[in-house]
């Protein structure tokens, strides 16, 4: 992909403030670009990205772009021997844990995330010590360690089917505290009765917005719809339009006979709304995943020609093959729908 090619599809993407790329900008990172892309297929690699890392990486050289659910299922489908997986440690975990035959390799090695980072198995066990009867569930935003003490695993677009069709009332979630928030509020309005019992743990990018932010949307922007991912606080998603995993927003702003929308999410999704909606306008506070943004062209490239140990996604035998059983008890949950 040349610098012209690039420019082509980065222009209508901002990757500072609200500034967008120039052709300056690509002819600077071209030249590793297409070195990138020969070099995958040289490799029998393929790159799966993660929405929130750099336009650069989404635009220039993924394969495939989505959530970490939808890069976990296109993991296990793929056909080449080595997936290079931009995005945080637990979802090249995830990769790993249902495609155990592939090497999976993350360029920004061990990259953290408040959320999965939030909680250990052994603290899990402390926790599921304290309430014996309850089932438990884990948002997949976890750790491996964590999935394999789960009963099942869940993403943001199915927690709430899922749980409410658990057998028993109590739910030990784990680790979104303010995800559990949201279900109990989800659950008020649909009359299910569970009691839902949470650790402490929270995505540092969705609990940066506080009601102030959305007042302050709603009086310089008035005619903008608000959405938000439910990892916000409650509080901030009631007054919102619309709540809703990824891939939710997605299809909610592309179908919106609206124009202009503010966006509570990290900065990778806005992105992606501003390239594939180049007739609306996104306005207001921008969060930036810093885990995320760990991953950068040069770490591919390296990662590519010599991947270093720390680079090499490697997962336990028994806690691959309990994480494994949770996972899948997500999809049949989810087929029996
Ligand atoms: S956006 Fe939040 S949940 Fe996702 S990797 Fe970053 S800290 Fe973790």
């Known amino acids: 992909m040349n610098a012209q090619e690039l420019y082509s599809k980065l222009k209508n993407v901002s990757h500072d403030s609200y500034k967008k790329w120039t052709l ?27 929405s929130y890392t750099l336009p650069e990486i989404v635009y220039g050289v993924a394969d495939y772009v989505g959530d970490s659910y939808e890069l976990s299922q296109k993991a296990s489908q793929v056909k080449e021997k080595n997936i290079i997986f931009a995005g945080v440690y637990f979802m090249a975990e995830t990769a790993k844990i249902i495609s155990p035959n592939k090497t999976v390799i993350i360029p920004a090695g061990k990259s953290g995330c408040s959320l999965a980072d939030s909680i250990t198995a052994e603290e899990l066990k402390t926790l599921k010590a304290k309430y014996p009867q309850a089932s438990v569930v884990c948002y997949i935003n976890s750790n491996a360690e964590v999935k394999a003490e789960c009963d099942v695993c869940v993403t943001s677009s199915n927690v709430y089917d899922i749980i409410s069709k658990m057998p028993k009332k109590q739910i030990i979630f784990v680790p979104d505290s303010l995800m559990a928030e949201n279900i109990k509020v989800e659950f008020l309005k649909r009359g299910v009765e569970k009691e839902i019992i949470s650790s402490e743990g929270s995505c540092c990018v969705h609990d940066r917005f506080l009601v102030q932010d959305v007042e302050d949307i709603k009086q310089k922007y008035p005619e903008a719809k608000i959405i938000t991912h439910p990892e916000s606080r409650p509080e901030v998603c009631a007054m919102c339009d619309f709540v809703g995993g990824t891939g939710l927003m997605l299809k ?70 309990n994480a494994k059983k949770s996972i899948n008890k997500m999809f049949e949950m989810v087929e029996r729908k």
């Open 252 to 321: 909610y702003v592309k179908e919106s006979a609206h124009k202009q929308f503010a966006v509570l999410t990290e900065r990778g999704l806005v992105n992606r709304l501003e390239f594939e909606n180049p007739d609306k306008q996104i306005v207001g506070p921008i969060a930036v995943c810093g885990h995320m943004k760990r991953n950068t062209l040069e770490d591919i490239y390296l990662a590519l020609v010599s991947p270093l140990s720390t680079q090499i996604v490697e997962v336990d035998k028994d806690v691959a093959e």
């Open 24 to 50: 300056k900008d690509c002819e600077e990172i071209a030249p590793i670009v297409e070195k990138i892309n020969e070099l995958k297929s040289q490799n029998d690699a393929v790159i799966l990205a993660h």
